[in-house]
Nanobody, 123 residues
Framework: VQLQASGGGSVQAGDSLRLSCAVS????????VGWFRQAPGKEREFVAA????????YYANSLKGRFNISRDNAKSTVYLQVFSLEPEDTAVYYC?????????????????WGRGTLVTVSS
């Protein structure tokens, strides 16, 4: 499975942004795709995940409300929409997928990672 995140950029606080994760390869056996982010000097943090077939979303409790994850199976793409961006959202955003079933909210549960996309939010 290969993943490629895109859609990052430099935005102002209060703006919204939609990130895309293009998925290719063995998508027929894919269980879920997750989004993580890593701010400078901080550990990689779980943001949200969505099951590939059923489309069930899961969000980090601390981030609920400003993030929306969705997928378009026909385009093999998972989206992460972020509303009301804050400077604290500045990070490299990664999408990832587990080899097997549900991977939870830890990076160790995910086996395939794409190159991240940088989001910079200025106040």
């Amino acid at each position: 499975v290969q993943l490629q995140a895109s859609g990052g950029g430099s935005v102002q606080a209060g703006d919204s942004l939609r990130l895309s994760c293009a998925v290719s390869g063995r998508t027929s056996s894919l269980y879920a795709v997750g989004w993580f982010r890593q701010a400078p000097g901080k550990e990689r943090e779980f943001v949200a995940a969505i099951t590939w077939k059923g489309g069930a979303p899961y969000y980090a409790n601390s981030l609920k409300g400003r993030f929306n994850i969705s997928r378009d199976n026909a385009k093999s793409t998972v989206y992460l929409q972020v509303f009301s961006l804050e400077p604290e959202d500045t990070a490299v955003y990664y999408c990832a997928a587990p080899e097997g079933g549900f991977a939870g909210a830890t990076p160790q549960g995910y086996d395939y990672w794409g190159r991240g996309t940088l989001v910079t939010v200025s106040s």
